[in-house]
């Protein structure tokens, strides 16, 4: 079974450039999450879907930075216009639902962001 | 809401010898905790998880974790290092949110160095 895939592995952009990052999650898995770990702190939660619907995106930072999910299969994080603050490593994590609500999120390998 | 802190961001120890990294966190429910752990350039792996059953957790590769209410501590042991467990370790805090979904607080992580 193929794991959590992210795409790019690297992107170095530009102070006010735009950058995509994708997300494809497990086959199967309806939840989708989005993650980022600033140098030298812990990682922190962005945003929550299921399926194609937001379920909480209260870690978003501002409005620069947009999620989607179409369809509810694979899932984009764009930054626009990106700011140096925003570098930092974007992890995917994705899910099955379990009864009971505590279940393990399955993490892709990340995406380096360096925003020069 | 919940945090979790890490007490040490290195760790080092010889191979052969005793793992110990420490994990305490806060909580207004009770918790489900997690242990995780990334190897570079790789996704974060599920080592073991804790959600309130035994208090004593066997999780992968030989690790497992104490709960202790009474401390709130999750650490992490191993009796015998092995160079392969060099990564960094990360324990999570899940609270389930609306709707019965689970949202992950990270610690701020522990780098394990073994030594030959």
């Known amino acids: 079974e193929a794991g959590v895939t992210q795409f790019p592995s690297h992107s170095v952009i530009e102070k006010g450039q735009t950058v995509t990052l994708r997300c494809d999650p497990i086959?199967?898995?309806?939840?989708l999450y989005w993650y980022r770990r600033v140098m030298g702190k812990e990682i922190k939660f962005l945003l929550h879907?299921?399926?194609?619907?937001?379920?909480?995106e209260s870690g978003m930072p501002n409005n620069r930075f947009l999620a989607e999910r179409t369809g509810g299969t694979y899932s984009t994080l764009k930054v626009q216009p990106a700011e140096l603050e925003d570098s930092g490593v974007y992890f995917c994590a994705s899910s099955q639902v379990i009864a009971g609500g505590q279940y393990e999120q399955f993490f892709g390998p990340g995406t380096r962001l360096t925003v020069l | 809401a919940q945090s979790v802190t890490q007490l040490d961001s290195h760790v080092s120890v010889s191979e052969g010898t005793p793992v110990l990294l420490r994990c305490n966190y806060s909580?207004?429910?009770?918790?489900?905790l997690f242990w995780y752990v990334q190897h570079p350039n790789k996704g974060l792996q599920l080592l073991l998880k804790?959600?309130?059953?035994?208090?004593l957790v066997k999780g992968i590769n030989g690790f497992e974790a104490e709960f202790k209410k009474s401390e709130t501590s999750f650490h992490l042991t191993k009796p015998s290092a092995h160079m392969s467990d060099a990564a960094e370790y990360f324990c999570v805090v899940s609270e389930v949110g609306r709707n019965n979904f689970n949202k992950f607080y990270f610690g701020s992580g522990t780098k394990l160095n073994v030594k030959p």
């Open positions: 086959s199967g898995h309806d939840n």
């Open positions: 909580s207004s429910y009770s918790p489900s």
């Open positions: 879907f299921v399926k194609e619907s937001k379920q909480d």
């Open positions: 804790y959600t309130s059953a035994a208090t």
